[in-house]
T-cell receptor, first 112, second 113 residues
């Protein structure tokens, strides 16, 4: 089975930097995804990590440490529109499964 | 651009009704998924399909069935809707290797009275 943990809620100030952590325990590992989901909308893809290290994409970066079962999503220069839920999803690889398991999501509130 | 569409954004049904939720994707993806999303519980997998006429149970299949008669279309069926099936339902698709992200539809918010 899989166990994925992320904080339920975080708040931050516009213009600041915020780090959303995700820890996981899986029988195998075949990639970790971060999604953004605004209220009432579908999740949209942000990043994918399969090797250790930092992946940077504009204001958003994602980090992975496979040995620690740990990832974080870093959001810089926060904007009000970044207020959303951020979902961590891990794909293990038992028998070739490609299906990710989702964490419960972190609700980020950005205030002026 | 990958497009995943769902037949309804909002749906209101009565207890005991049979409910069909349809999902269509235009990227020739082999794999399609149905999730439900509830506050505090996150996304939970109901059923998935890796090919036409093939289906596999996810984590919470009870009270649901699915149909995949064509590659682009994956239907979720609530045989007899109950109030505890009030939820947001999300469809997703991905390619055969699953190497890329899942692409999600806009979701159907179902209310069962």
């Amino acid at each position: 089975g899989q166990n994925i943990d992320q904080p339920t809620e975080m708040t931050a100030t516009e213009g600041a930097i915020v780090q959303i952590n995700c820890t996981y325990q899986t029988s195998g590992f075949n990639g970790l995804f971060w999604y953004q989901q605004h209220a009432g909308e579908a999740p949209t893809f942000l990043s994918y990590n399969v090797l250790d290290g930092l992946e940077e994409k504009g204001r958003f970066s994602s980090f992975l440490s496979r040995s620690k079962g740990y990832s974080y999503l870093l959001l810089k220069e926060l904007q009000m529109k970044d207020s959303a839920s951020y979902l961590c999803a891990v794909r293990d690889h038992p028998g070739g499964s490609y299906i990710p398991t989702f964490g419960r999501g972190t609700s980020l509130i950005v205030h002026p | 651009d990958v497009k995943v569409t769902q037949s309804s954004r909002y749906l209101v049904k009565r207890t005991g009704e049979k409910v069909f939720l349809e999902c269509v994707q235009d990227m020739d993806h082999e794999n399609m998924f149905w999730y439900r999303q509830d506050p505090g519980l996150g996304l939970r997998l109901i059923y998935f399909s890796y090919d036409v006429k093939m289906k596999e149970k996810g984590d919470i299949p009870e009270g649901y069935s699915v149909s995949r008669e064509k590659k682009e279309r994956f239907s979720l069926i609530l045989e007899s809707a109950s109030t505890n099936q009030t939820s947001m339902y999300l469809c997703a698709s991905t390619n055969i290797a699953g190497a890329e992200t899942q692409y999600f539809g806009p979701g159907t918010r179902l209310l069962v009275l």
